[in-house]
């Protein structure tokens, strides 16, 4: 064994090597096998008994099912089998929506009809509250103006298009930028159904409508028709014919819709004054002519930009690291053009945290002293700080301070204390500077009253020159809201 180097184990004796005790325990196997089957059977045929006994007493066998059951309640069970499968129908088109449109936000939305510059565009986008969160469409029957409605943010134009009652086309007499005029055929749009198959009926619609006479009256009868009317919230019309105004209050008003005009010529429309009232309080604004300490010798300084230019970029990137770097609030005052504020809204928090102003100002048109003719010169302006108070708004600031430029006159001034609660800004002394080099020595005007020095930092080259009046003056300067409180104090 040792040789081959296997190793012999023991086996281990089986039951089969065992026949004394095989034949008894292979009979007792047998015997239980049978007794469970025989237990098994009985009870299923005494269920079966149960259960016919009971289904024939609850007259749920099938043969009660199928003809024994009265035919009102097969019907009513029928009916009510269809509603739960329609109601599993719809609650699965809703969560396919609810999938769909998960991230779904409502839009604001206006709607430009007709017209041929942009100025409807401009009026809403400078004057309505929260313009910036609305999507523009504008339909324009002449494509030749379409470049001058690609600068608009968030603005689709489907042109050429006119809006109207029927899809369809229409010939039009159009006329370009060149001011030729040509009759042209034009796609018509059914503005109605466009509504209704673009928008959805929780989007706030602002809808101007600007077209012939008997345009106008059938699309006002198409919108009433196909209940689009109800999907929109505001409703302008550019006519000045009484007939369709009225027109439109006869169909809209049985649905509690109201009509409003919309003025391009003169930049304004019906809720203009309601939907954009003054934020500042009727009391204690005024025209500033005089603001300093003459006995302490200090005196504010306002930086000011007459336009948005490079030079302004890097001057306010200088502003603003001065007063990180000085961890406080730099004591000048910063008024800055509507031009800027539009496109910058972003900035406008950051830049006043860092100091007070804030609008600029100017006339380029003079007053005629004709009422109708004075107000069309100062529409423009009145825009122009709207526009600016709702960009504040939009922020979280408040419109309270304006310089006006010296070609500002009196009249458009008193307008806007009156009408809008500013505190205007009027008696400057101008701070001049060598435009080709900015690291001239200033011509610091003698101060004989209490003026306000003032500085155009839209110029070439005024950042240098502010570092230079903040290094040198800046213990000497009066910050606008002490210079305020002193005005306000002398009455």
Not at 63 to 85: D, F, M, N, S, Y
Not at 91 to 113: A, G, T, V
Not at 256 to 269: A, P, R
Request: hydrophobic share 35%; net charge neutral.
């Amino acid at each position: 064994m040792e040789n081959s180097g296997k190793v012999s184990l023991r086996r281990q004796s089986s039951f089969s090597r065992q026949p004394v005790l095989a034949v008894p325990m292979v009979g007792f196997a047998r015997c239980k096998k049978i007794v469970c089957i025989g237990v098994f059977f009985a009870a299923g045929v005494l269920c079966g008994h149960i259960f016919t006994l009971l289904a024939n007493r609850s007259g749920m066998s099938s043969a009660h099912t199928e003809h024994e059951q009265p035919a009102a309640k097969r019907a009513a069970l029928i009916a009510e089998a269809e509603k739960r499968g329609a109601e599993e129908a719809l609650l699965s088109r809703k969560k396919d929506m609810s999938l769909q449109f998960r991230d779904y936000q409502p839009r604001h939305i206006f709607i430009n009809c007709g017209g041929t510059f942009p100025k409807s565009v401009d009026l809403f986008i400078d004057t309505y509250p929260s313009s910036h969160k609305f999507v523009i469409f504008s339909f324009i029957p002449d494509a030749t103006y379409a470049p001058l409605y690609s600068m608009h943010p968030s603005h689709t134009l489907v042109s050429p298009a006119a809006c109207d009652s029927a899809n369809g086309s229409t010939r039009m007499e159009l006329k370009s930028v060149t001011g030729e005029s040509r009759q042209r055929s034009v796609p018509t749009v059914d503005i109605g159904q466009w509504i209704k198959d673009n928008t959805h009926t929780d989007e706030h619609i602002v809808l101007k409508i600007d077209a012939s006479v008997d345009v106008e009256k059938s699309i006002a009868k198409r919108l009433a028709e196909t209940s689009a009317i109800e999907w929109v919230n505001k409703f302008y019309t550019a006519t000045k014919d009484q007939g369709v105004v009225d027109f439109y209050h006869k169909e809209f008003q049985k649905r509690g819709e109201e009509v409003m005009t919309w003025d391009e010529v003169n930049g304004t429309y019906g809720d203009y004054k309601g939907i954009n009232p003054t934020r500042n309080p009727p009391s204690g604004n005024s025209i500033v002519k005089e603001c300093g300490n003459a006995k302490l010798k200090q005196y504010p300084l306002f930086l000011y930009a007459a336009e948005t230019t490079p030079a302004l970029n890097r001057t306010l990137t200088l502003l603003k690291t001065l007063s990180e770097s000085r961890s406080r609030r730099l004591p000048v005052a910063l008024f800055l053009p509507t031009s800027f504020i539009k496109t910058y809204r972003l900035l406008l928090e950051s830049l006043f945290s860092n100091m007070d102003g804030g609008l600029y100002i100017n006339q380029t048109v003079p007053l005629t002293g004709k009422e109708e003719e004075d107000d069309v010169i100062f529409s423009p302006i009145r825009n122009q700080v709207v526009a600016a108070e709702n960009r504040f708004s939009s922020v979280g600031l408040i419109l309270q301070n304006v310089l006006a430029g010296k070609a500002v006159q009196s009249p458009v001034v008193e307008k806007l204390v009156r009408e809008r609660h500013y505190n205007v800004f009027v008696k400057v002394l101008e701070i001049q500077q060598n435009q080709n080099d900015g690291a001239s020595p200033l011509k610091i005007p003698t101060i004989t009253d209490y003026e306000a020095p003032v500085l155009d930092i839209s110029r070439p080259g005024t950042e240098a020159s502010v570092l230079f009046l903040l290094n040198r003056y800046e213990k000497d300067i009066l910050p606008l809201t002490e210079c305020l409180k002193y005005v306000h104090s002398a009455g």
